[in-house]
């Protein structure tokens, strides 16, 4: 089946920094990704739609210029978390749609975000 | 608007036991159905899916079968094992090509020997 890479797995970083996660479709094209996050004992809550080539389509309540993404290419979508706080810590997650459809979405691993 | 509603975890049982974890949903049209399960320091992993009434998703002794009469999902195992410990997701999308998942709030399982 379709694989997605996410990296990193985990990043530490400090208050006022900014952070990039990738999230890359290695053996199929991705024109949709999809980014979550996933609150400690809770459920994955979608963030946004990566379109490539277009403007994300962000979840109500979510803040586009907090959390930036960039779909520049049809194997690569990248979330940036801009001016982290230590609320923004959490576990990230993209997905895309497995292209044959014979297995609904693939996920990344995950990145585990700690913000000190 | 969607949902999906889950049985609260944590969930423990011991090795060789039966399981039970009660999905039902609320969507407009005819959803597609799925359980993904997470296992410790990784992502999600599709487990099984259903796409329209009456089917029957299974996969590594698990299954969980589309009732569209009472809109549940629930999935099922009849004998667990300690490699079964994980966080299982029931989910599903409005419609198969509508691309947004909605998933339940997670159910925590652990298996002890």
């Known amino acids: 089946g379709a694989v997605v890479s996410q990296h990193p797995s985990r990043v530490i970083c400090k208050s006022g920094t900014s952070v990039k996660i990738e999230c890359r479709s290695l053996?199929?094209?991705?024109?949709?990704m999809f980014w979550y996050r996933q609150f400690p004992k809770k459920s994955l809550m979608l963030m946004a739609t990566s379109n490539e080539g277009s403007k994300a389509t962000y979840e109500q309540g979510v803040e586009k210029d907090k959390f930036l993404i960039n779909h520049a290419s049809l194997t690569l979508s990248t979330l940036t978390v801009t001016s982290a706080h230590p609320e923004d810590s959490s576990f990230y997650i993209c997905s895309a749609r497995d292209p044959d459809r014979t297995y609904g979405y693939t996920f990344g691993s995950g990145t585990r975000l700690t913000v000190v | 608007g969607d949902s999906v509603t889950q049985m609260e975890g944590p969930v423990t049982l011991s090795e060789e036991a039966f399981l039970t974890i009660n999905c039902t949903y609320t969507?407009?049209?005819?959803?597609?159905l799925f359980w993904y399960v997470q296992y410790p320091g990784e992502g999600l992993q599709l487990l099984l899916k259903?796409?329209?009434?009456?089917d029957k998703g299974s996969n590594k002794g698990f299954e969980a079968t589309y009732r569209k009469e009472t809109t549940s999902f629930h999935l099922e195992k009849g004998s667990v094992q300690v490699s079964d410990s994980a966080v299982y997701f029931c989910?599903?999308?409005?419609?198969?090509?509508?691309?947004?998942?909605?998933f339940g709030t997670g159910t925590r399982l652990t298996i002890i020997p």
């Open positions: 259903a796409t329209k009434a009456d």
């Open positions: 053996d199929f094209q991705a024109t949709t």
């Open positions: 969507a407009t049209g005819y959803p597609s």
């Open positions: 989910a599903l999308t409005s419609s198969f090509g509508n691309e947004k998942l909605t």
